[in-house]
């Protein structure tokens, strides 16, 4: 026994699966895209490797909602800033993640696998006018852009369409961000986080920064451009103060690849009274650094009472670095130059005054133990979260003082958390927990006088991480636990349409729905549920009481009411209940009819092929992790229309799927083209009528004669759902060679 059809939800099935039959369209893995000659690792894999953090803006202030990918996995951070991964994808034994908030610089930071896994990552925003620059402009002018005295020069007449890499011609918006290495934040501003270079002969090298830049550029709608690769831009960097004593004549330059998570070198600069000039063909973040070979410094930090400060900010050179529950420290450092380690005072109460080391220059290879560093003790408030509910004990804590904020630590995976108190506090405080699920316990009091405080045992309750339990009263009286499965793989999650809200996973081990589901609401009534497998299952039709609460791409779920419950013993009545289940979003939609211009109205990507008529019915997709964003256009179109629409793709697009093929006495075509991550789609059947604007089941079973799906940023969990089944091997290694050009 089923629900109502979810085929309104699935759009992921809809592009892979034509109007006829099942075409399944296979791809690879997302590839370089460094522009230049110099080989990078291959894309890595997902492994289960625990990685947290905080995210905060320049003036310390945690930043709620940003999007933290790696690999196939997706997560927001908390109010508090936090984030954290129970798996990450891994490139040549390298930590990758990239992290998105509108307003901001997106980056990408990286980190050797087994190196600090509490990551603190620092994002610009666009506004800051002390280290970002803006301009609108004619793509037929000449633009100069200016920053901290970084200047980039674009030439006139030089842009394409990123994703089609057709000529553009019309407004261009540029955004620039200049990174200064003597800049307090820079280690956490900066992509990657260790510096680590590949040169153009392929070996690995560390670098020191001379400075680095991105440069944004999109048309009007918001659509990226590139450089066309004939001209070049110019960039003027000036010689950072902590380096005025060493300038070379010549400096390379380096793009930031991103899959690898890795910093190629693909340029020269020169040093014309006094500043760093170079050319680029494509924009990226761009690094001017003298590359050099590796070394190595440790040490420890510890208290003027001789006992190790853990958790601390260690500034080392360009890079930084926690120390260990020992107030121990390593890491690589370039070789031959003379630098500094500092303590990061924010971590440390805020302590005012600089404890540094000033390090003679390394020979290449060499391994040197640093003098302990130490620092007046400070109090530190320690404890240990406990999840009673079986959920993630990972949780985001902070304390207040009067009306002052220490920076928010989070607990790992065992729940155990410390923090140091401001210097020179002795008194009342309060303890904030901030759990996985968006709950904040009630502040826990604190008093600091002249020692550490072990706050001991906090408890939760929460089954939030992913999935939950559901309870089933049996009619005598006890009770039977069905799980609700962990979904944020493969075609499950949330859906969320303009009158529904459901939930299904792959298998459909667990499907949900609330009808007539708005956002402004909490509680919904007459909801339908069915979860189980073959040997036991539940079925309530319209029987469900639900409230619902999003907390950035989780939804959680508390739901009770009645139905029934099917097994090998028999069919009975039965009550059911479940508290914090939390299920992913995998996307949201809306549709609009009769749409003429849909890039302009609907929000498509400036790619996406159109008839000269208006498309019938569009399905828009708002969000999602996956998909990226764009959507799916239905026409009552012929045979010829199809050709029409296959003539428009761009030539920039691979072609991967052309099938003509008889299905039960109807004709049915299938196309598909890919480049980088944009997708084009096309299907054709001859036995479907003509959308008719006045049947609801239009809008759920989403049929149309003729259909155009078009989608940009689209994730590499996407291309891994479209290559489950079959042994595809051969044709997959050929895509990934493929990808790599065209990324």
């Not at 990226?284 to 003027?304: C, Q």
Request: charge should be negative; glycine fraction near 12%.
């Amino acid at each position: 026994m089923k629900l109502v059809s979810f085929k309104a939800m699935a759009l992921a099935s809809l592009l892979m699966l034509g109007a006829c039959g099942e075409n399944e369209i296979f791809l690879g893995e997302e590839g370089g895209g460094n522009g230049g000659g110099t080989q990078i690792p291959d894309a890595g894999e997902m492994v289960d490797t625990y990685l947290q953090g905080v995210v905060t803006d320049t003036d310390g202030n945690p930043l709620q909602g940003v999007k933290v990918s790696s690999g196939t996995a997706t997560v927001y951070s908390n109010i508090a800033g936090g984030f954290e991964f129970t798996s990450s994808n891994v490139v040549e034994g390298r930590l990758v993640a990239r992290f998105e908030k509108d307003g901001y610089f997106s980056v990408v930071r990286s980190l050797r696998w087994g190196n600090d896994l509490n990551w603190s990552v620092v994002m610009v925003p666009k506004t800051d006018r002390s280290i970002a620059a803006s301009a609108t402009f004619s793509s037929s002018t000449a633009r100069k852009l200016t920053v901290s005295g970084l200047t980039v020069d674009l030439p006139a007449a030089s842009y394409i369409n990123k994703a089609t890499g057709e000529k553009y011609d019309g407004t261009v918006k540029a955004e620039m961000v200049y990174l200064d290495p003597d800049g307090e934040d820079f280690a956490e501003m900066m992509p990657g986080g260790d510096l680590a270079g590949i040169r153009a002969d392929g070996s690995e090298s560390m670098l020191l920064s001379y400075g680095m830049t991105a440069v944004n550029l999109t048309d009007v709608s918001g659509n990226p451009l590139q450089l066309d690769g004939t001209h070049e831009a110019t960039l003027t960097f000036p010689v950072p103060e902590g380096l005025a004593d060493r300038t070379p004549q010549t400096i390379p330059l380096w793009s930031f690849d991103e899959t690898a998570g890795i910093w190629v070198e693909e340029g020269i600069a020169q040093l014309r009274d006094g500043v760093y000039v170079g050319t680029v063909k494509h924009f990226s973040w761009v690094n001017l650094d003298d590359p050099e070979k590796e070394a190595k410094v440790t040490g420890y930090v510890r208290n003027d009472q001789n006992m190790p400060v853990r958790g601390i900010t260690v500034s080392i050179n360009q890079t930084s670095v926690k120390t260990d529950g020992n107030g121990y420290y390593e890491q690589r450092v370039p070789s031959d130059v003379r630098f500094e380690v500092k303590i990061n005072s924010k971590a440390y109460g805020r302590y005012k005054n600089v404890v540094s080391i000033s390090v003679d220059p390394l020979e290449r290879g060499e391994e040197r133990m640093l003098p302990t560093m130490i620092l007046p003790r400070l109090n530190m408030v320690s404890g240990m979260i406990v999840n009673q509910g079986g959920g993630s004990a990972i949780c985001s804590i902070w304390m207040t003082y009067g009306n002052r904020t220490t920076p928010t630590v989070k607990s790992n995976y065992e729940g155990d958390f410390n923090f140091y108190a401001p210097e020179g506090f002795n008194g009342e405080g309060q303890v904030h927990v901030l759990t996985i699920d968006g709950r904040e316990l009630n502040p826990i009091p604190v008093f600091l006088g002249n020692g550490d405080v072990n706050l001991g045992a906090i408890y939760i309750n929460t089954e939030t991480g992913m999935g939950g339990v559901l309870d089933v009263r049996m009619p005598d009286g006890n009770t039977r636990q069905i799980p609700v499965p962990a979904m944020g793989d493969g075609y499950s999650g949330v859906v969320i349409t303009p009158d529904m809200l459901a939930v299904a996973d792959d298998n459909e081990d667990f499907v949900f729905q609330i009808p007539g589901y708005t956002p402004d609401k909490t509680a919904f009534d007459g909801c339908s549920l069915q979860a189980g497998g073959e040997d036991e299952a539940v079925i309530c039709v319209g029987t469900i009481n639900t409230t619902v609460r999003r907390n950035n791409s989780l939804y959680v779920f508390d739901m009770n009411g009645s139905g029934q419950y099917y097994s090998d013993l028999g069919l009975f009545d039965i009550t059911l209940s479940g508290a914090n289940i939390g299920i992913p979003l995998l996307m949201k939609i809306s549709y609009m009819t009769n749409v003429s211009d849909p890039v302009k109205e609907a929000g498509f990507p400036s790619f996406t092929p159109c008839l000269s008529v208006p498309a019938p019915l569009a399905m828009i997709l708002e969000e999602s992790s996956k998909m990226g964003k764009g959507g799916m256009l239905g026409y009552n179109g012929s045979e010829s229309d199809f050709t029409t629409l296959r003539n428009k793709v761009p030539k920039t697009f691979s072609v991967i799927e052309d099938d003509t093929y008889d299905d039960g006495g109807a004709l049915c075509k299938d196309f598909a083209a890919y480049y980088g991550d944009n997708v084009i789609m096309l299907s054709y059947d001859s036995s479907i009528e003509d959308i008719d604007l006045n049947d609801p089941e239009t809008f759920s079973e989403l049929d149309a004669r003729l259909t155009v799906t078009a989608l940009t940023g689209v994730s590499d969990d996407f291309w891994n759902m479209m290559s489950r089944s079959g042994d595809h091997g051969a044709y997959l290694k050929k895509l990934r060679k493929q990808l790599k050009r065209t990324r």
